[in-house]
């Protein structure tokens, strides 16, 4: 693939991603995927986005950042949402975040094929201390 075909099948994996249109992922990722040097297969890695979606129902894939270098594609995703309980092990339990994840791609066949993700906890962990810091307001309070 060119780059421009390459960015155009990116763009339109992320959105297959945002609709939750899984019958439509094996048009994008390989038979044989890996993530973070975890063999998934196409299976797996479904099964692993249908649980993010399902944790987090308002889960959103916004592209901040895209650099196509045939056949490596490198993105940071932007993503504010609500977790419904843990995330990356912090205790979001329905509080409001916002945070990136940084991700490269390899595609083979044009397909992704490897994916190598970073996170940033950090970014989601400062917001959380911020909320437990803040003190509740009940509808009891008299001013």
């Given amino acids: 693939m060119n780059k421009e075909d390459l960015t155009s099948a990116y763009r339109d994996y992320i959105a297959c991603l945002n609709k939750q249109d899984w019958q439509k992922l094996s048009r994008f990722v390989h038979k044989d995927v890996q993530r ?12 692993m986005l249908e649980k993010d979606f399902e944790d987090v129902p308002d889960l959103s894939f916004k592209i901040d950042l895209l650099v196509s270098e045939p056949p490596t594609i ?13 995330l990356f ?33 950090v970014a989601i962990e400062a917001q959380l201390e911020h909320t437990e810091a803040e003190p509740e307001i009940s509808g009891d309070a008299h001013v």
């Fill in 36 to 47: 973070n040097g975890r063999k998934l297969g196409l299976d797996g890695y479904r099964a």
């Fill in 74 to 86: 490198a993105s940071r995703l932007r993503f504010g949402c609500t977790p419904k309980g843990q």
């Fill in 89 to 121: 092990g912090l205790p979001v339990n329905g509080r409001k975040i916002s945070f990136a994840e940084n991700v490269f791609y390899i595609f083979r066949d044009d397909k992704i094929e490897l994916v190598w993700s970073v996170i940033d906890t």
